[in-house]
C-alpha cells in the first residue's frame, strides 16, 4: 500500500511545484494588497465595505479568489 503511493509521488514531474497541484481557492489580506498596490489598511476598508466575499478564520482574513477577481474585472472595465 506504501509503495503504491510512493511509486505515484515519485511519477509526479519533478518540474512541477508542488502549489500547481492544487488550485488557489482564497487570497490572504497581504496578497491582495500586493495585487493591488495598495495600503493595508485601504486592503482593510474594502474587506470591511463588502467590495468582495472574505471570511474569517479564526483571527485571519481569507478572500474568495473568485469574487475578488470578477470585482477586479469590474474594476478594470
Known sequence: MFDEKIEALNATPASAPVSDMYEKKTY???????????????????????????????????VSKASFDAWLNGQTQ
Open 28 to 62: 490572504t489580506v497581504t496578497e491582495i494588497q500586493d495585487i493591488l498596490g495598495i495600503s493595508m489598511t485601504t486592503a482593510y476598508a474594502l474587506i470591511k465595505r463588502k467590495e468582495f466575499h472574505s471570511v474569517n478564520v479564526g483571527r485571519h482574513i481569507r
